[in-house]
Nanobody, 127 residues
Framework: QVQLEESGGGLVQAGGSLRLSCAPS????????MGWFRQAPGKEREFVGA????????LYADSVKGRTTISRANAKNTVYLQMNSLAPEDTAVYYC????????????????????WGQGTQVTVSS
């Protein structure tokens, strides 16, 4: 059974930072593009960013660009989401996802572009 597990969520004050981790189990994801999405209550799942298998390509949503970095350590089979200057509107459940197909700047922005998903981790930003 392939699983992705996110960690690092919690309560953060506005202006603070957090780093989420995503560690797959059941197989290695070093050849997969990885994405991060988030979903706030009552809203659709929203693209945050994505990184290709080697880390040479990345893409970010406008809402987080400039304060967010996605990185990966394939030797550790782990992907990271670093977010700075957090605001209450960043409050959501954050999900990591793995894409087995080749990098596509359009498809990596969409939930349908991914094959595996984690259960999500809650991030709450207090004002």
């Amino acid at each position: 059974q392939v699983q992705l597990e996110e960690s690092g969520g919690g309560l953060v004050q506005a202006g603070g930072s957090l780093r989420l981790s995503c560690a797959p189990s059941g197989r290695t994801f070093s050849s997969y593009a990885m994405g991060w999405f988030r979903q706030a209550p009552g809203k659709e799942r929203e693209f945050v960013g994505a990184i290709n298998w080697s880390g040479s390509l990345s893409l970010y949503a406008d809402s987080v660009k400039g304060r967010t970095t996605i990185s990966r350590a394939n030797a550790k089979n782990t992907v990271y989401l670093q977010m700075n200057s957090l605001a209450p509107e960043d409050t959501a459940v954050y999900y990591c996802a793995a894409r087995g197909s080749s990098w596509d700047y359009f498809e990596v922005r969409l939930p349908r572009g991914y094959d595996y998903w984690g259960q999500g981790t809650q991030v709450t930003v207090s004002s």
